[in-house]
């Protein structure tokens, strides 16, 4: 039976990407680094940037007048270790910086040329619809949002006629010059995502995956994560209005679109600058 509990063996990226950005003096002006992990050692109800945030603090410390900034990967599964304490988030954060700062020692690639862009959505289905039947005997449960999701899914079947068969997941893919290809998805996405995408798409360009991107509405499972089941590969949906899981062919829908609009910013020329 799945547990939402660590799973130490489980698929990882470690990838640190990181772009900087310079005056035309040569002078560092801002840092964008990302890291495919949930930004989630601590759990109190506080303000606080976590551990992607004292990263940033530990860079714009290190680098006065250089904005630090961060992007999350496909981090849907993955969850910072050891977690709970405040200084375990300094701790990570520290070491998300160390990793930046080693990669701005290391080769630097010059980005030249222009931004071709492309954004659009995928259908992506949902398995089964649960039933008028089935939606009114959950609307009586005494778990409060079990209650509100029968709730909200009964009065779209009375008011649309149906319940929503699919989900408009969006995609978006940015070229910078020849050098830097982003891929940027939307929703809770799992890792499985990156490491296919970044091994798919090898080839002279940097290849750059990122989650939580245009749209934020719960996770998105590979199909390992979808037949394993639990929290991710389904459990999670019933916090939210959508009748989910999502059907088995989630994953081979966005990576086909990747490729679409991937192909498509491909034929755009691109002009190198001066």
Known sequence: EPRNAPYP???????????????EAGDLRALLFGYACHNTTLGFYQFCGDYAGFAQYDLEQTFPGAVAMFMTGCGGDQNPQPRGELELAEHHGSSLAMAVKAGLLGPIRPITGTLQTALEPVE????AAPSRAELEQ??????EYSQRRATALLKQLDEKGAIPTSYPYL???????????????????????SLRLKQELKGPAAVWIAGYSNDV??????????EEGGYEGGGAMQFTTLPGPFAPSVETRIVAKVHD???RTANVPVNPAP
């Open 138 to 143: 959950l609307q009586q449960s005494k778990v």
């Open 217 to 226: 509405f719960g996770y998105v499972p590979s199909l390992r994560v979808l």
């Open 9 to 23: 063996d489980g698929p990882v990226d470690h990838e640190v990407p990181v772009l900087k950005v310079e005056s």
């Open 124 to 127: 992506l289905e949902f398995a």
């Open 171 to 193: 995609v978006q893919v940015v070229r910078i010059g020849n050098e830097v290809l982003l891929v940027a998805l939307s929703g809770e996405v799992v890792v499985d995502y």
């Open 261 to 263: 609009l991937i192909a």
